[in-house]
Nanobody, 125 residues
Framework: QVQLVESGGGLVQAGGSLRLSCAASGLSFSSYAAGWFRQAPGKEREFVGV????????YFAESVKGRFTISRDNAKNTVSLQMVSLKPEDTAVYYCAASRSYRGDYTQRYEYAYWGQGTQVTVSS
């Protein structure tokens, strides 16, 4: 059974930092690209960033570029999202996801076969 479990969410003041983690099990995680998405109340789930299976390449949404970074440890089947300079508009439930696609559009939800349950991030002003 495939499981992706996020952790590390919480309440932080604007300008602060948080590090989210996602632990994967039940799949050959090193063969998957790992993406992060977020969903704010009343809004569609949106792409945040993705890291290639090898960890060599990352890509981010414009709204978080320069503030968020993604790393992964394939030996531990984990992926992390480091968020700095957080803004109130970053408030959302954050989800990690895994994709077997090698040349897909990683900004699209349909590329991802597996999803975590999400972790809440709240940024106060």
């Amino acid at each position: 059974q495939v499981q992706l479990v996020e952790s590390g969410g919480g309440l932080v003041q604007a300008g602060g930092s948080l590090r989210l983690s996602c632990a994967a099990s039940g799949l050959s995680f090193s063969s998957y690209a790992a993406g992060w998405f977020r969903q704010a109340p009343g809004k569609e789930r949106e792409f945040v960033g993705v890291i290639h299976w090898s960890g060599d390449n990352t890509y981010f949404a414009e709204s978080v570029k320069g503030r968020f970074t993604i790393s992964r440890d394939n030996a531990k089947n984990t992926v992390s999202l480091q968020m700095v300079s957080l803004k109130p508009e970053d408030t959302a439930v954050y989800y990690c996801a895994a994709s077997r696609s090698y040349r897909g559009d990683y900004t699209q939800r349909y590329e991802y076969a597996y999803w975590g349950q999400g972790t809440q991030v709240t940024v106060s002003s």
